[in-house]
């Protein structure tokens, strides 16, 4: 039986995940995959950590040379998050004809266009299906199952901690503060937010979702970004006055050579499948021009949810010859002849306060006429004192116009304020 020796650089929360599954299922693989998975090695900074979660003491190691000059070790497990050093590791060990499994999202969106010629040019693998979507099989569907398909649309909730705390809004009516705190507390959301809060994480994903879909470079600053931080509890009643739910979509479409790519909170139909995908699950919608729509629903993070992706991904290497890279190469730029949308059609959702006299409702739907946005609903609550909260959703409008008629609308001296501007599905 063939014997795959891996290292794991990284014993955090997902590479205690790895180990935990190459360990505990050691066995139930070797028997149903027909290969004999063995964790030579770790790396980490910190021994104790490495040692007190029952890893043995031959194999800790703190050197990067040691594991690159080590010809018994096939594959490389990064864990360790981040750009740097993670990048240098995995070149080095490319270079050093070892295969690497990342759940990296960051490192691949970024330098995926670096790390595939190193791996190419030394005929070793790069497999990454952890990186997106935790234990959600997304890469793997995109490059093993949607092969006779022009993917046209792919859309979702690929964030958890996003997720998890718009949940919470709309759930038990808590503020986006408490939420967020709770989502810290439970281990969701990090310390610093920004990364899952003001969507980088979901526009990483979304960065490789849509190249593999796509079959061309979608590069990260190509995407359309805005997070969550805005959102209020006015909004997530709204919504639910209205039918809808808040969600943070990443949302990818190519007809032709056009692409569009965006990540942001947006106003899901309560009857939509994507409604009903709470707390920190995940979820995407494919669209092939044969097989219609596909689904995938799961966790999206967690040490054992993204263990089991890596592992998936370490038993596919193991179990192959010779390794397979992008169709299309993967670039720092996108192909010449990709047009990016800047310019996309929604629906909206807008919330304006206004002084509450004869006339203002005139001037502000004056101007959204004169802009070519179509109103398909207007309500305007309370209106005791001078101002009162005016929310509008449009029929399916262009960006460009709905921002110029927002610019025009913030100028009458008769609104205080524009609320919100949300994107309907
Ligand atoms: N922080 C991510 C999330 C998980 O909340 O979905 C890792 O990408």
Not at 66 to 74: H, N, P, T, V, W
Not at 224 to 238: L, Q, V
Request: charged share 25%.
């Amino acid at each position: 039986m063939k014997r795959v020796n891996v290292a794991i650089m990284g014993l955090g929360v997902v590479g205690g995940g790895t180990y935990d599954i190459l360990t505990g299922n050691h066995d139930h693989i070797k028997r149903t995959q027909g290969v004999d998975i063995r964790v030579k090695k770790v790396l980490d900074r910190d021994r104790e950590r490495v040692l007190g979660r029952g890893v043995p003491e031959s194999a800790f190691t703190d050197s990067i040379d040691e594991l690159a000059a080590d010809k018994d070790i096939d594959i490389v497990v990064e864990t360790m998050g981040g750009v740097e050093p993670a990048k240098t590791f995995i070149i080095r060990m490319l270079q050093s004809g070892k295969s690497v499994v990342t759940a990296n999202k960051e490192l691949i969106s970024k330098y995926w266009y670096a790390l595939e010629p190193v791996a190419k040019a030394n005929g070793v693998g790069l497999y990454f299906e952890a990186s997106c979507v935790g234990g959600v099989p997304i890469i793997r569907t995109l490059t093993e199952s949607m092969q006779a398909n022009r993917v046209c649309e792919l859309y979702g909730i690929i964030n958890g901690t996003t997720n998890y705390i718009l949940t919470k809004m709309t759930e038990d009516g808590s503020s986006y503060e408490a939420a967020l705190r709770e989502a810290q507390q439970l281990g969701y959301a990090e310390f610093n937010p920004t990364a899952d809060v003001d969507g980088f994480d979901a526009m990483y994903k979304l960065s490789i979702l849509s190249s593999l879909a796509f079959h061309t470079t979608v590069p990260y600053g190509n995407i359309y970004r805005e997070g969550i931080t805005r959102i209020t509890a006015e909004d997530i009643k709204s919504a639910r006055d209205l039918g809808y739910v808040i969600k943070l979509l990443a949302i990818g479409r190519r007809e032709n050579d056009r692409v569009e790519a965006r990540v942001h909170p947006t106003f899901v139909p309560v009857d939509h499948p994507l409604a009903g995908v709470r707390g920190s699950f995940n979820a995407v919608w494919l669209t092939g021009d044969y097989v219609d729509d596909i689904m995938l629903y799961g966790r999206g993070a967690g040490a054992r949810p993204t263990g089991s992706a890596i592992v998936s991904d370490v038993v596919f290497c193991a179990k192959r010859k010779t390794h397979e890279y992008t169709d299309f190469g993967i670039a720092e730029k996108a192909d010449s002849h990709i047009e990016f949308a800047t310019d996309f059609s929604s629906k909206y959702y807008l919330a304006v306060t206004a002084c509450d006299r004869a006339g203002v409702l005139a001037a502000v739907t004056k101007i959204l006429g004169e802009c070519g946005v179509s109103i398909r609903n207007i309500l305007q609550k309370g209106g005791e004192g001078e101002y009162a909260p005016v929310t509008f959703l449009t029929h399916t409008a262009k960006e460009k116009s709905v921002m110029t008629a927002l610019e025009k609308i913030d100028k009458l001296e008769s609104v205080r304020s524009i609320d919100s501007c949300i994107r309907c599905l």
